[in-house]
């Protein structure tokens, strides 16, 4: 069964600080690539409106962050648990999103997708 759940969403300050978490089931969480996107509002729910934040590939070890994210988001995984993980520091406005936790499985750009989790960040 294709199931990804997100959670930890919600809505913070500039500043502050989230966690976002995606149970993955079993299956699905030994895809070789594991990510989390986000889409702008205004944007849509459609595929090309979202945007990478961070992946981590299993092939390789990599982990690739948006520009305007890095230094101060963090991807992680718990194998054990089959869970991702984002966490989300020094959280600015235009990081208010719709984020979308996905699996690819042979990083070939064929993702399937959480249902999304929104983050509002307010001033």
């Known amino acids: 069964q294709v199931r990804l759940v997100e959670s930890g969403g919600g809505a913070v300050q500039a500043g502050g600080s989230l966690k976002l978490s995606c149970l993955i089931s079993?299956?699905?969480?030994?895809?070789?690539?594991l990510g989390w996107y986000r889409q702008a509002p205004g944007t849509g729910r459609e595929l090309k409106g979202r945007k990478l934040v961070a992946d981590i590939n299993s092939n390789d070890g990599r982990i690739i962050y948006a520009d305007s994210v890095k230094g101060r988001f963090t991807i992680s995984r718990d194998d054990a648990n089959h869970t991702l993980y984002l966490q989300m520091d020094n959280l600015k406005l235009e990081d208010t999103a719709l984020y979308y936790c996905?699996?690819?499985?042979?990083?070939?750009?064929?993702?399937?997708w959480g249902q999304g989790i929104q983050v509002n960040v307010s001033s």
């Open positions: 079993e299956y699905v969480f030994s895809s070789k690539c």
């Open positions: 996905a699996a690819d499985r042979f990083c070939s750009g064929q993702n399937v």
